[in-house]
């Protein structure tokens, strides 16, 4: 399975970006985790693919959308509201295993795309 990530850039504080992410084929779960620099991955949102529920880490609650376009198996991240600590480079990661107890935990999904930058000024 490959994944494609597209959509990252620079951005002004309180500014908004949308992130896509496109995989080769369906999985169960997609989701977005980010890593800044000297920090460690950590999970953004996750959609299942087949019912659209959703996650969400608290940090990102209210400012950050998951979605999901089926037919494309293509899911979106809309961030708005963005804040100098969003800057990161955002990844998408895909599996058809996962539980849900499990989506916020970046070893357990088997499949990650490149990697998009974020980059948000003040």
């Known amino acids: 399975v490959q994944l494609q990530a597209s959509g990252g850039g620079p951005v002004q504080t309180g500014g908004s970006l949308r992130l896509s992410c496109t995989a080769s084929?369906?999985?169960?779960?997609m989701g977005w985790f980010r890593q800044a620099p000297g920090k460690e991955r950590e999970f953004v949102a996750a959609i299942l693919l087949s019912g659209g529920t959703t996650s969400y880490a608290d940090s990102v609650k209210g400012r950050f959308t998951i979605s999901k376009d089926t037919a494309k198996t293509t899911v979106y991240l809309q961030m708005n509201s963005l804040k100098p600590e969003d800057t990161a480079v955002y990844y998408c990661?895909?599996?058809?295993?996962?539980?849900?107890?499990?989506?916020?935990?970046?070893?357990?999904?088997?499949?990650w795309g490149q990697g998009t930058q974020v980059t948000v000024s003040s």
């Open positions: 990661a895909a599996d058809n295993t996962i539980i849900r107890s499990s989506w916020s935990q970046s070893s357990a999904y088997d499949y």
């Open positions: 084929s369906r999985r169960k779960v």
